[in-house]
């Protein structure tokens, strides 16, 4: 079974309006991180939270950590139709595994104009 | 632009062929991945090289041979592929062991293979 896993596997809304994202994991991690992949591109990172943090904003994404329930949350405001690509949550265990990210299958997000 | 190039972007091969794909990055970072992204599949790590040495083999097949000259280049080698292999292969890179491990990716190599 995959460390990250992501929830819905994809989603369609309009512009203007929320977009939420979950994750969920199997094991202790020292950070989680969300990724944004355009089709056919690379991944591009998004925002990092530590395992000692509850909440993180930047910009219009807001994310959250519940490491009791091993679960993530990733909320974009007022979308766009730019917004439109992949998300994908990576979490990172820390010690000998360093760096080595694991993700989970993503979310196609589609914002319709 | 993130600072890591790979080529070539698109790649196609019969499976006896021999080719590499190449990874270079311009952020400093001392650690550099091979991760391969299938349809339907979450990203696979293949390889990560730190200050030049391997420290993980994912298990991958030794048709895929990386090559880690320096700390700024990354090649994979190619040889006798399979129409499975077909993925986009992306190379990573980041500060291992400073810094929370956030990864900077390329754009990827699209490998179709015949």
């Known amino acids: 079974s995959q460390q990250g896993e992501e929830d819905p596997q994809a989603l369609s809304i309009q512009e203007g309006e929320n977009a939420t994202m979950n994750c969920s994991y199997k094991?202790?991690?020292?950070?989680l991180q969300w990724y944004r992949q355009n089709s056919g591109r690379g991944l591009v990172h998004l925002i990092l939270?530590?395992?000692?943090?509850r909440e993180k904003h930047s910009g219009r994404l807001r994310v959250t950590l519940d490491t009791s329930k091993k679960s993530s949350s990733l909320l974009i405001t007022a979308s766009r139709a730019a917004d439109t690509a992949s998300y994908f949550c990576?979490?990172?265990?820390?010690?000998?595994?360093?760096?080595?990210?694991?993700f989970g299958q993503g979310t196609i997000l589609t914002v319709h104009p | 632009e993130t600072g890591v190039t790979q080529t070539p972007r698109h790649l196609v091969m019969g499976m006896t062929n021999k080719k590499s794909l190449k990874c270079e990055q311009h952020?400093?970072?001392?650690?550099m991945y091979w991760y391969k992204q299938s349809a339907k599949k979450p990203l696979e790590l293949m390889f990560v090289?730190?200050?030049?040495?391997?420290?993980e083999n994912n298990s991958v097949p030794s048709r895929f041979s990386p090559e880690c000259p320096n700390s700024s280049h990354l090649f994979l080698h190619l040889h006798t592929l399979q129409p499975e292999d077909s993925a986009l292969y992306l190379c990573?890179?980041?500060?291992?062991?400073?810094?929370?491990?956030?990864?900077?990716f390329g754009e990827g190599s699209r490998l179709t293979v015949l």
């Open positions: 990573a890179s980041s500060h291992h062991d400073r810094g929370p491990g956030e990864l900077f």
């Open positions: 094991t202790s991690i020292n950070n």
């Open positions: 939270i530590r395992s000692n943090e």
């Open positions: 990576a979490t990172d265990r820390g010690g000998t595994s360093y760096g080595k990210l694991t």
């Open positions: 952020l400093g970072h001392n650690a």
């Open positions: 090289y730190s200050l030049e040495e391997r420290v």
